[in-house]
Structure formats: structure tokens, C-alpha cells
């Protein structure tokens, strides 16, 4: 079992993590920090990722063309390449719906490893909206034990629902959470609770079922999480015809009942400044380890809109403390919105979304709400990384204590493809690899003028590929991507048309990285 660790200085090898600037994208990940994945030369759009106990990344969204949308779910191995043990070897795969069409907004694990979305389904004439939850078992496979047939259409009588969030209880009951059209002039707050069996929860709510009319004419409620024995839920609602915005926060008991113990009567409302745009896929919302309650959204003036969080204290009130009076708001010197919001084990605060028409954004807050000047490369907190019409839908921390973004981006065919990226974070965390695969890897001599010998050892005949990256996360020169079997080897480097500097040579050994920092000296 190998272990990456710090760069160590002199000619021995070490296994790095290439942390140096927290927020720049880990080059050990995929090409240069970031993973596109096409599925059948159409749109795909992620909207969901969760990560696995063995580090694989789970993504989930929707596929579609002009004929129908229909769920799609891809698993990556830690070094950011498809994993063929999902889905039949491919590593992707979508279920395309015997009629009308298909959306996936969120997605989570259970325990056992089992993968549950929601989102909704639409007949063909679009008459007909339902929130739909489906479960997969972890091969990538639909789970038939799933209300016996892996999904389950929600129906909500008249109106059309819309699934956005999900949350697993202590008793692994099911908390699915969206909204649903009422007429065509109110969208009001929608609850279901299944069974761990898929099935309806007949003792929540009126039949399984919860509608909540929160006191605004449109509340677009699409998150959720649980908080001890409560349901906390969220999202954004606007008076129609009118000018007032609000973020809105909604506790309920156990039962269903609102918690008057939470807000007013169990409901918390905050005004803000808000261009009414795409409401219903705005806005993230996660606790912290007090249970406060992070809210990440945008606010508007004349001329942009911003990154804005807000945090609430776990009774529902503002917190104060937080930023300027509860919220704090960066310019990003673009129009921008949070999609996503997450938590470092260190307390501090990573916003994701977009900036403009073509940026996956960050920014990195402090405990207290200020931008963390140490995240990125020029001491604002703010990271843009560049790629076309894209956006984060999606953060996650690893184990490893890297940041993991996901969402979409424009391919070269114009099509959206699923984008993973994976960045440093500069947390101290100690890394294990899941290897099955031991080498003795040396670079000699080091430091290096113009050439070094690259000397390694199988145990298993496997695929290599050997690159050297320069301190800018690039791709300077490629020496070896074939297949090898077991035994010894030396490759030769040839630097000579480099300047001098610090590199790094990284080997991909099967699906394993390791890394070494070489010197070259002239």
C-alpha cells in the first residue's frame, strides 16, 4: 500500500500532493485538474455528485436531445477516468423513460452503498409534471426492490410537482422535496416521505404527502436537510407582479407538523435584493457543525447580480455575527450565482456556481463570513476557472480534503458534456491511495541538467503514461502512455528544451498517480 506525502527535497523520490496554492486545480486529476464525459454526442447536464467510502465520484443529471430528457449517471475512479465496473463497463449510462421525458436534480447515497435521485417526469403533450425519486443499486443498475421497479412517480392530484432535493432520516425513511404548481398564479412547497422500500409513508403528513403554502405567491423549495429529528427546508420565493425577494426557511417535526420552535410559527423569511431570473434552480443550502444553516444564493443591483450567503442560526434567526449583519456579498465583477455550498473540516465556506456566460466560479469564506484571501492566486478568495458556458452545480469535499466541482460545460461540438474538476484545498490531510498496484519509482540525476533516467518496477502488467508538468499545472512533455509488463524499467528524459525550474514528473499507473518533484538546473 502506497502513501502520498510531501515534497521532500534531494534525490530520493517522493509521492507529492502538489498542494502549493489552495483553490488551483489538482493536475494529478483527470487532464490538468479537470474530467468532460459526453454521453451520446448530446446534451448532458450534471446537477448532483456524491462521493463513495473508496473515493469514486458518483454524477448524476439528465441527457437530452430534441426528442426527450431522460436521467444519466456516471461513476469516476479517484484519478478522475471512467470506472468500468459501473453500468456495464462504460461507466455511464442514462434510462431513457418509455414516454415523455426525464430531469435528475439531486442525488445522495444511503449507507449501503444504493444511489437515490429525484427530479420529475413530464408526459409528451406536457400536460402532466410529477416528482419522480429512483434508486440504483451501486453497479449503476435500477434497484428492482425499489418500489419494485427502482422509481416511483409522486402524484400529486391536480398539480404539477417538481422533485429537487432529497434527505435520508435516522430511521432511513426517505424525504423527497420540491414544489408544485398551483393554478397558474402559486407554486407552494412539496413534501413526500417513502419507505425505505420505496413506497409511500402513509403515517406523513395527509397520505405520504405534504403542500405548503408558505406565504408568498411562489416559493421555488429545493433543498433540504436534516437537522436532529427535524426536516429543514429551503429555497427562494418572489411576490408575482411584485418587487420583494426572499430567501425562505421552512422547519417541520417529525410528523410533518411545522415547528413553531423555529422562525415564526416555523417559518423564516429574508428580503432580498434579486433579479427574478430561473428562480428554480438558484440557491444552495448546507449546515455547518453547530447546525447553522448557510444559505448561498445571489442579490442584484443595476448592475450585476452577486455571490451572496447568508447564515441563520439553527432557531432560524439571522446570525449576526456573520459577514456585515447576517450575509455576506462578493463582486465578481460579472453576473454570478451560488449554486452549490459546502463546508471544509476546518469551518471554512466554499460557494460554487458561475460567472458570466463561461466560468465555473469559487470563492472561499472564512468562519466569519470574510473572503479567504489565502484561496486562489490573487488574494480575493475568488477562483475562475475558464470554460465554455459552463457552471458548478455541485461541491463536495473528499477524504483527501480535496474540493470536488461538478456541473456542465460546452464541448467542441457545442453540446454540453458532465464536468468534473478537482482543486487543492490546503488542508493537512493524510492521504492513503487505494492501490493494488506497488512500485519502486526513482528519477536519477536530481537535480537534473538536461536528461534523467525514469527507473520503475511492475508487479502486474499494466498501462503507464509519464508527463512533466511545470508549476503552472501544464503539460510540458509527455514520455511514455503504453502498456507494460511485469518487470523493470528505465525511461529516458530529455529536458534539455526546458528552462530551468522546478517540475513535476507524474506517473499514471493504471489508475493510480504518483508524483515526484524534479529540479532542472539550467
Known sequence: MNKISLLLAGLLISFSLLGQIPGTLDSTFGTNGI???????????????????????????HSFQSSTTYPTFARYKPSGNLDPDFCDGAGIT??????????IHDMILQPDGKILAIGYFSNNSHSIYDMIVMRLKSDGKLDGTFNNTGRIQIDFGPYKSFGHALAIQDDGKIIAVGYLEVGINYVHCALCRLNTDGTIDYNFGTNGLIILDLGYLHNYTNNVAIQGDKI??????????????????????????LDDSFGLDGITTIEIDMNVWVLVSRGAMCLD???????????????????????????????????????????????AAINAVTIQSDGKIIAGGFQGNSNFAMVRYLENGEPDISFGTDSTGIVITNLPESAITSLKMSEEGKIIASGKAKNFGGNKDFVLARYHSGLNVGIETKDNVEINFSINPNPVADQAILSFSLKEAVRVRAEVINTFGSIVASITDEYYPEGEYQLRWDGSGLPAGVYIVKMTVGDMIYTSKIVKTR
Not at 448530446?42 to 455528485?49: C, E, G, L, R
Not at 429543514?232 to 407538523?257: A, H, V
Open 94 to 103: 442514462g434510462f431513457v423513460p418509455p414516454t415523455g421525458a426525464e430531469w
Open 35 to 61: 474530467r468532460k464525459t459526453d454521453y451520446n454526442f448530446q446534451h448532458n447536464i450534471s446537477t448532483a455528485s456524491a462521493i463513495q467510502d473508496d473515493g469514486k465520484i458518483i454524477l448524476a443529471g
Open 232 to 257: 429543514l427546508i429551503g429555497g427562494l420565493s418572489y411576490m408575482y407582479g411584485g418587487d420583494s425577494e426572499y430567501i425562505t426557511l421552512c422547519r417541520l417535526n417529525s410528523d410533518g407538523s
Open 289 to 335: 457543525d453547530q447546525d447553522r444553516i448557510l444559505y448561498g444564493a445571489f442579490i442584484s443591483d443595476d448592475q450585476d447580480d452577486y455571490f451572496a450567503i447568508y447564515r441563520f442560526l439553527s432557531d432560524g434567526n439571522l446570525d449576526k455575527s456573520f459577514g456585515e449583519n447576517g450575509f455576506t456579498v462578493t463582486d465578481l465583477e460579472q453576473n
